[in-house]
Each structure stands twice: as C-alpha cells, then as structure tokens.
C-alpha cells in the first residue's frame, strides 16, 4: 500500500494544506437551539446533553480571547510548538442567533490572537443545523469564506426519519447542501452510528446518501448514552454496540465506502467519564482509533477501496 493513504483525515488535509500542524479549538459561543428554545422543539434531539454537544468546549460567552487561550493551554502537552488554530465554534447551533451577534463573535475569534505574533488563527469552523442558515446567515458565511478558511457542520446524524426528535426532515438537509455548495462554501456531515433502531444496513445508507455529495468533510461519531440526555429516560441500559471491536469492524467497512478525497473529521465520540452511561468502553478514544488502524493494515485495506 506504498503511496496510499488509509484514512484522509483532517489533520492529515490541514497539515498539507497549510504546511503545519493546525489544532481545533472546541469553543462555546453561548448560542442556544431552536429544538430547545420551543421554536421547533424542546429537550433538544434525544441523545444530546444539556451542554449541547461541547462538554470539552471552552465558555467564549464572556471572553473569546481567554477562552481561545484556555484551549491552546489544554494542548499545549500534546502540541506544544503548534502555532496555528481553527476556532471551532462547537456547542449547541452556532448561526442561530442575530447576524449581529455572529459577526462579532466570529470576529472576535478571528482576531482572538493578533497581539500573539507567533500563533494565528487560520480560520473557522462552525458547527449548525440545516434549518438554521437564513439568507442573511449564509451572507455572512459567504463574507467569511472569501477572507479566511471555512467549514460548516452540518448534524444530520441519519437519513432514516426523525426518531431521534431532530426536528427537521431530510429534504431541508439536502437544501443547505445545495446553498452552501453554490457559495463555495465547505460542507462537513455529522452522522452518528448505533442510534437506536437502527441497523448497520441503515447506517451504511446514511454514509453512502451523504458521501454522493460534494462535501468536504464526514464525521462519524459513536452514540454515547450520556447522563442528562432524553435517551437517558427514554432508553435506559441501551448499549449501541456490543464490543468495541464490532465497532471497529462497522467503521473499517464503512471507510472503504467513503471516497478518499473527502476528509475524515472523527471516527468515534468521547465525552467526559463523569457523563458517560454506556457503552462503559467509548471513553478509550485511543484505543478505538488505534483498534481501527490495526484493522485496516490487516485487511489490506483503506478509504475508498470498495469504491
């Protein structure tokens, strides 16, 4: 397999990108949901958290600058000659709210380290529902995107209906698609695996439906049951999968699925131990990605494959 990489993941497309190592920034921009605030729904969609999906984010509600700064510190073990960041705009939905607001704290994230002259924040990534990106939303992305890089996450988390009290349906997804798209602007796909009810077959349909588009980005995300959830309530004792190695085995079948150009932005979920319910073994996010290599040497196999 000389010359071919097995996964295109997205520290990998960062780092050709722009010549260096490039860290993500978890932030929490104090936005709330429209399937929280009654707009749409409440509770939010059964598996999420009251945090809204960034426990590990930073609190940037008050001060962008300390928390961009916090995030770098929580690296700095791991990465500590990195010197270039992508502000990560991650809990709840992060355009819904007045484009007035957006602008100032996605500026204030965008500046969050000119007086730092050697580290730089490179760009933005947003993460959102389909249903949120009005007209003058999109405006602004698209402002964005001109001057610096961009993404957008977008969490459908399945094709199969709305068992999961999303809120909205498939066809509103695929009509953001279409918009983002025309604009230029690069697409990532949530999608969550072990939902409950459904199948492998199901989640092989997700990944396929959302990869014949030209999206950017695929993150795939391990359900964690979650303390504090509706499927806490709702699906008591529920484990999405039986071991991790039946988990590995759904992802490296899923990879050979996937085209090779489009880059892989996680390939299971973590959350911190205090919240987690089942299964009792996804907090080991190492030995889930290291499990998920392992197989790919041993089938001879890698991203796109079975294309």
């Not at 992060?94 to 924040?121: F, Q, W």
Request: aromatic content about 8%; charged content about 25%.
């Amino acid at each position: 397999m000389a010359g071919i990489i097995e996964i295109n993941s997205i520290g990998w497309w960062l780092k050709q990108h722009f010549g260096t190592k490039v860290i993500k920034l978890a932030l929490d921009g104090g936005f709330t949901c429209p399937n929280r605030d009654g707009t749409c729904g409440t509770g939010g969609c059964i598996f999420c958290s009251e945090e809204g999906s960034g426990e590990l984010a930073s609190d940037a509600i008050v001060d962008m600058q300390k928390a961009i700064t916090d995030q770098i510190e929580l690296r700095a073990e791991k990465w500590p000659k990195a010197t270039h960041f992508i502000a990560y705009f991650q809990s709840h939905t992060n355009t819904y709210a007045p484009v007035s607001e957006l602008r100032t704290k996605y500026e204030a994230a965008l500046h969050a380290l000119d007086k730092d002259p050697g580290k730089s924040i490179v760009g933005l990534a947003i993460a959102t529902r389909p249903d949120c990106l009005d007209d003058d939303v999109l405006d602004l992305l698209r402002e964005l995107n001109e001057r610096t890089f961009l993404w957008v996450e977008l969490g459908l988390q399945t094709i199969h209906g709305d068992h999961i009290n999303r809120g909205y349906e498939l066809d509103v997804y695929d009509d953001a698609i279409k918009r983002l798209l025309a604009l230029g602007i690069r697409v990532v796909t949530h999608l969550i695996l072990g939902l409950p009810g459904e199948s492998k077959e199901q989640m092989r349909e997700s990944v396929k439906y959302v990869t014949n588009q030209s999206i950017f980005g695929l993150k795939l995300h391990l359900l964690n049951l979650v303390k504090g959830s509706p499927m806490e309530v709702m699906y008591p004792g529920y484990t999405p999968f039986n071991s991790p190695e039946e988990y590995i085995g759904l992802v490296c079948d899923l990879l050979e699925i996937i085209p090779p150009d489009i880059t892989i932005h996680r390939l299971t979920g973590d959350v911190p131990r205090k919240l987690l319910i089942a299964p009792e073994w996804s907090y080991k996010k190492r030995t889930i990605l290291n499990g998920i290599a392992h197989e790919l040497r041993i089938r001879g196999s890698h991203q796109g494959c079975k294309l």
